[in-house]
């Protein structure tokens, strides 16, 4: 059942041909859309990638959404993008993670979109900052620009396991404390970054309630030119949009519940993935002081370490006794393993006559 009260956009990742965003728009027709989304000028992490159709592209997301009744968003990174969609009659756009995440890229926007009457969207930044996501929704309001809504598509990771962006949902949840009116709407695409969790996440945002959703949709998702790993088929988004379900205040309470459990179960993952890593490092030490003769405990080393770990634990508000405690039991495994390293390379314990 789909709530009238969200706002969804869908579309591709990019504008890649004429006839690519036309026949998504063709099997997305019929649908009450918010806007169709297709990205023209694409902020790739790397160049040599494919970079977006740029003014051709703006050309032919604007028939394909007169052809079928849409209204056409993409996003701006520069005031000639901008110019270049105004001039083309589109009344949306939005600004990416990337820019949001840059003071000067969200002004020059602001300035560029300063008198219009666009609506305008703002991703989170990449970072973790709600401040940064905040000030750049300030600079869309003091350009006089009415209609803002914020975008909550995840944070950057290095650890792409469960999410390719994590959602932090405190971060959005943050944003909404600060501007109570301001609309937000989840991209569960770009925080999973894999097609079959696009349902979950889009679930879990509507019990947060957010006020809608904007997916990536691509009639042949494994041929997309960017992002084919998270788009998910018009078909998909249909049964998507008809499997939401509302759930009551009571219900949404222990959704919350399970939501933020399952943010701790992220957590967790990563917290035995770290101490994995760092048990790694720890044996290759051991192999390496026991090959140059070097006592495994060193005195000097630990209570620097100790000191550091301490005061950053302080730093984030985590009590030092805890810190300590946590920090010792660490190292005492290292020491352990690094002792274990020992024994075996020098065949302690077995017979050295045999
Ligand atoms: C996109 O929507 O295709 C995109 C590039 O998004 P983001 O800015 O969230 O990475
Ligand atoms: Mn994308």
Redesign the pocket.
């Known amino acids: 059942m789909l709530d009238k009260h969200l706002k969804i956009i869908a579309g591709p ?2 504008v890649e041909t004429p006839d690519q965003v036309r026949h998504i728009a063709r099997e997305l027709s019929g649908l009450d859309l918010y806007a169709f989304r297709a ?1 023209i000028w694409k902020p790739r992490t790397q160049p040599g990638a494919f970079e977006g159709a740029g003014l051709e592209g703006v050309k032919w997301l604007k028939e394909a959404c007169a052809e079928f009744g849409f209204s056409p968003i993409t996003e701006v990174a520069s005031s000639a993008h901008v110019e270049a969609v105004l001039k083309a009659g589109f009344s949306k756009v939005w600004i990416g993670a990337r820019s949001t995440s840059n003071p000067f890229s969200v002004q020059e926007l602001a300035d560029a979109l300063q008198g219009t009457a666009t609506t305008v969207l703002i991703k989170n930044p990449t970072n973790p900052d709600v401040k940064l996501w905040i000030g750049g929704i300030e600079r869309l309001y003091k350009a006089g620009i009415k209609e803002i809504i914020a975008v909550h598509r995840g944070f950057s990771t290095y650890d792409k396991q469960r999410y390719r962006n994590l959602p932090n949902w405190q971060l959005p949840i943050g944003l909404r404390q600060a501007f109570p009116k301001l609309e937000i709407l989840c991209d569960p ?2 925080i999973t970054g894999k097609a079959e969790n696009v349902p979950m996440v889009a679930q879990m945002a509507v019990d947060l309630k957010f006020d809608g959703l904007m997916v ?1 949709v691509h009639t042949h998702p494994e041929n997309a030119w ?2 084919s790993l ?1 788009q998910i088929t018009p078909s998909a988004l249909k049964n998507l949009l008809v499997g939401l379900k509302y759930r009551s205040r009571a219900e949404l309470d222990k959704e919350e519940l399970r939501g933020l459990r399952a943010e701790l179960s992220v957590l967790d993952e990563q917290l035995i993935r770290i101490l994995f890593k760092r048990m790694g490092i720890s044996e290759a030490i051991g192999h390496y002081k026991n090959e140059n003769h070097i006592a495994i405990f060193q005195t000097s080393q630990w209570e620097d370490s100790l000191k550091k770990f301490v005061n950053m634990a302080g730093e984030m508000d985590i009590s030092p006794e805890f810190a300590k405690e946590l920090f010792t039991l660490i190292h005492q495994e290292s020491i352990e393993t690094q002792s274990r390293i020992l024994s075996k390379e020098n065949d302690y314990g077995s017979d050295s006559t045999k």
């Open positions: 990742c990019s990205g695409s770009h990536e960017t992002d998270q």
